[in-house]
Every structure is written in structure tokens, then in C-alpha cells.
């Protein structure tokens, strides 16, 4: 329940601010904000005790409960000090409040504010939708807000002003008609003034609003991440399902190789026409087997092309099933996660830990977890490809940092020839070789991160850190590459969009 306008003119009109002196500020939750205000008021423990004193004056912006009234509990502290509840005790403690309404119907309160020769104005907008609380200077210069909202101009140096008439539609504002005079002030249950009987409902319901748009927003965050893993999962299985009947392609190498010269697939006539096949008894004898066969390649270059399938197929089976192995743990633990979120009572805790996964950096989840130190103080762009770690770096200082510091001599190093850009970096794992399709997604990067982008396709050179010499008294980052090995790259957005979704 977020109150409406006629509500937010009975709060204010018990309050009294004008006259009062900010005391203090604090912020308890990420949209909970409270001012302690001295001064007098009709508002308070004891219904019409008028005696000056300490008084607590709370706002929320949570989109289910956007509120400003009195609060005769007190609230939590932060764990840690919020930047807004920083910013505002700098500014506006010890200021006097001269003003304090609510511009038409619209359910914006405005806050002026003094303190010595310094003014400010403290705007609340209470819109379920679009709640926020920003700090202007008296020309409407935006000094800074509660949440910054870039596509709204809401933000550090930005201008405010809010007019008559400009609130949401059919939220309040004088243009909504009938509708804005059918508002009322609820008759809350309880006795005192409205303030305390607000603030008795909010003690007692507020909480579930609250508890129930976080934990919504963790099931999304949840959902999300599971959904991707299971997808990640289901084309792994695939993947292995295709690799654990790696033998028929070696079969197939041989069936066509058993073929005579005299039976080279023609090549296609047209670009549309339909791939050829070569249907062949088998070894057996006792089955047909149809093959397909590339138009473009001989018969012997199209077995080659099937016996390479099977080495990839037979060498990568193992490194699929820990992958998947991989993924399954990982799925497990996020759906533990999840649980653990949506039971969690405290929504000052539950917030605190969405926030964490806001910044990637989540408590035990999968595929949003904390970064690895070593990989928030690493320059440039990092990737994971399976089991295998690419680094890139854009320009000569990241290149020269990874080079440094980033990267050994048996890592692999690639770079577009004839062009500047990026140089990638894979890392070695003990006893592997790296495998072409990791070699062909880091070809990618590098094209894609060079002044070759453009032109769809180039060739790399290739080779291990510690065959790189440095150039006595040249540029920084640059080096000779020795026994480099060429590899030519036509980019592939698939690759590079499959990446984009591993990047550290």
C-alpha cells in the first residue's frame, strides 16, 4: 500500500515541519531512508503533545510501499554506510527545513532547506512506479539522488524540476480527474493520529511488501541464471551424445576411402544445390549406409574430414563429461542458493545479498559468483572457454601489463598479422594441448579486437610467451614473434556471442 496524495497532505499537515532542524540522517536499506527532525510537532507518542523534541521522520520508496510519515520504532542500522545517507549527512544536517508541501496532487513533496547561506531543496517523489528522493540546489541542479536514473536525467548534474500536473498517469496528478477526487484517507485501524496509526499498519504489514519485491526479484535473478545453465547443459549432453558415437565417423573415412578414385563426388552446379551422398554397403554386409559428402572436397579430402571428426570427437568426450559434471554441481548449488533466498525472513539481509548479485558478485551462486581476486586486478578482457582461460588486451598498455605480469612462457600468445589490435593469450593447462576449437575462439577474439574487424577474415600468427622477444627502445607492448605458426580466421559471431557469455 503506497499512500495517495490526500494521505500525504494529512502526514505533513501533522508533522509541522517548517521550522524544524534536521538532526541526523540515516539509511537503513537501499530505499529506506529516515531524518531526525527537531522541533515541534502534534504529532508524537501522546496524541496532541505539542512539546518540542527529537522526532523520526521516515521515507520509503519501495515500489509496493512508497511512504513519509513518523516512526516511533526505531529502524535497523546498515551494516556498512550507504552512499545517499554520506552524501545527505555532508549536506543537510543541521539544516533548517522552511518549507515542506506537496506540489499539487502529483505526491512529489518538496523539502526547503538552509543551512547558514546554503540552500537546498529535497525532493521526494512518491510514485509507485518511479519513487526516488534528489537534492537539487535552489536552481534545480541536481547535487545528487537516492537512486540515479540516467534515462530520467536523474543523476549527478542533471536538472529537476518538477511542475503541476507532471505526475504519472492516472497516478494522482491533477489531470487524472474524477479519478484523483475519488482519492480518500484511509481510516486505518487503531486510535491516535494518522501518523502513528501509519506507522503501526506499515510495523505490521509493511515487511511482506517489502520481503515480497525482493524475493521476487531473486526469483528472476534465479531463474535466469538456472535457465541458462540447463540450456548450457542440454547442448553439452547433446555435444557428448554426438562424441560418444565418434566411432561411425572413422567408418565412414574408411567406406568412402574403399570407394575407388573413379567415384569423387562432382561438384555442385549451382550454389543452392543439395550437398551429394554416397550410399555404400557396409563392412558387414548388412546394412546401406548413406554419407554425406562436401561437394567442394575430393574423396580423400572428405574422408580426412571424418577421421577429423572422430580424433576431435574421441579426444574431446572426456572434457565434455567434466564440463557437464561441472554444470550439474554448479546447477545444484544455484538451486540451494535460490532456496536459501526465498526462505530468508530479514529483508534487510535479503537486500544486502541481491545487491551482491546485482554486482556480479553473488554468495555461492553460479554463473553470477564473486570474482576471483586475480581476475578483478587483471587488465583488459578475460574469458573462460571450458576448462581453458583467454586473456585479451586491447590496447598496448593492457597488452604490456598481461605480458609483464599476467602471463608464463608456455601460455600461448596470438595477434592479427599486418594490423594493430588485441593480443590474446591462452592459458596453459599442465599436460594439455590446447584444443582447435579453443584455438579458433581465441583467433576470433583477436581479429574481432583488431583493426581488422572489418574485413571478416585475416591470419594470425601464433605462439608460445616465450618466444616473444621485446623490441630494444620500441613502442610499449610491441614484440617479435619466433617459430610462429600461421592460422587463418574468418570471424564467427557465433563464437564471439557464445563468449560474450563467459567473460569474467
Not at 529483508?347 to 553473488?362: S, W, Y
Not at 583477436?446 to 601464433?462: C, E, T, V
Amino acid at each position: 500500500m503506497s499512500l495517495n496524495w490526500k494521505e500525504i497532505n494529512c502526514i505533513l499537515e501533522e508533522l509541522s515541519l517548517p521550522g524544524m532542524q534536521i538532526r541526523g540522517v540515516y539509511q537503513s536499506a537501499y530505499d529506506i531512508l529516515a531524518l531526525q527532525v527537531y522541533g515541534k510537532t502534534g504529532c508524537s507518542k501522546n496524541p496532541g503533545d505539542d512539546r518540542a523534541g527529537l522526532h523520526l521522520v521516515i521515507i520509503s520508496i519501495s515500489p509496493l510501499a512508497c511512504r513519509i510519515h513518523e516512526t516511533f520504532r526505531g529502524i535497523p542500522k546498515s551494516k556498512k554506510p550507504l552512499r545517499f545517507a554520506e552524501f545527505l549527512k555532508s549536506r543537510i544536517v543541521n539544516s533548517r527545513i522552511e518549507e515542506a508541501l506537496q506540489l499539487g496532487r502529483d505526491r512529489i513533496i518538496r523539502l526547503a532547506l538552509r543551512r547558514g547561506e546554503n540552500r537546498w531543496r529535497l525532493y521526494i517523489r512518491l510514485w509507485s512506479n518511479a519513487a526516488n528522493v534528489i537534492v537539487t540546489g535552489p536552481d534545480g541542479t541536481i547535487l545528487d539522488a537516492m537512486r540515479r536514473l540516467p534515462k530520467r536525467g536523474e543523476i549527478s548534474g542533471g536538472v529537476y524540476r518538477p511542475g503541476e500536473g507532471a505526475g504519472p498517469s492516472g497516478g494522482g496528478s491533477a489531470s487524472s480527474g474524477d479519478r484523483v477526487e475519488g482519492y480518500r484517507v484511509r481510516d486505518l485501524p487503531g486510535e491516535g493520529s494518522f501518523n502513528s496509526r501509519v506507522d503501526r499498519w506499515y510495523a505490521e504489514h509493511g515487511g511482506k511488501f517489502s520481503l515480497e519485491r525482493l524475493r521476487e526479484e531473486a526469483r528472476r535473478i534465479t531463474a535466469g541464471s538456472m535457465e541458462r545453465l540447463e540450456g548450457g547443459l542440454q547442448r553439452l549432453r547433446e555435444k557428448e551424445k554426438d562424441y560418444a558415437n565418434a566411432e561411425r565417423f572413422k567408418t565412414y573415412g574408411d567406406l568412402i576411402l574403399s570407394r575407388g578414385p573413379e567415384k569423387d563426388p562432382a561438384p555442385a552446379s549451382s550454389a543452392g544445390q543439395s550437398p551429394p551422398w554416397l550410399e555404400v554397403e557396409s563392412f558387414t554386409g548388412d546394412e546401406i549406409i548413406r554419407i554425406e559428402l562436401d561437394p567442394r572436397k575430393s574423396r580423400v579430402e572428405n574422408a580426412q574430414a571424418y577421421y577429423e571428426k572422430y580424433r576431435k570427437a574421441k579426444n574431446g568426450l572426456g572434457d565434455i563429461r567434466k564440463e557437464i559434471a561441472a554444470g550439474e554441481k554448479e546447477l545444484d548449488r544455484l538451486r540451494c542458493t535460490a532456496a536459501g533466498l526465498l526462505a530468508e525472513e530479514d529483508p534487510l539481509r535479503l537486500e544486502g545479498l541481491l545487491a551482491r548479485l546485482r554486482r556480479n558478485r553473488g554468495p555461492d551462486l553460479p554463473g553470477i559468483e564473486q570474482k576471483e581476486e586475480a581476475a578483478r586486478k587483471r587488465p583488459g578482457l578475460s574469458f573462460t572457454d571450458g576448462e581453458w582461460l583467454l586473456m585479451v588486451g586491447r590496447d598496448a598498455g593492457e597488452n604490456d601489463e598481461l605480458l609483464r605480469r599476467h602471463v608464463k612462457g608456455n601460455d600461448l600468445w596470438l595477434h592479427v598479422r599486418d594490423w594493430a589490435g588485441a593480443y590474446v593469450f591462452i592459458r596453459r593447462r599442465p599436460g594439455k594441448t590446447v584444443p582447435l576449437d579453443v584455438l579458433l575462439d581465441a583467433g576470433n577474439l583477436a581479429l574481432f579486437y583488431s583493426k581488422g574487424r572489418n574485413n571478416g577474415r585475416g591470419d594470425l600468427y601464433y605462439t608460445p610467451v616465450k618466444y616473444l622477444r621485446r623490441v630494444k627502445n620500441g613502442p610499449r607492448g610491441l614484440v617479435i614473434p619466433t617459430q610462429e605458426k600461421n592460422l587463418r580466421i574468418t570471424l564467427d559471431r557465433e563464437r564471439l556471442k557464445r563468449l560474450e557469455g563467459t567473460a569474467l
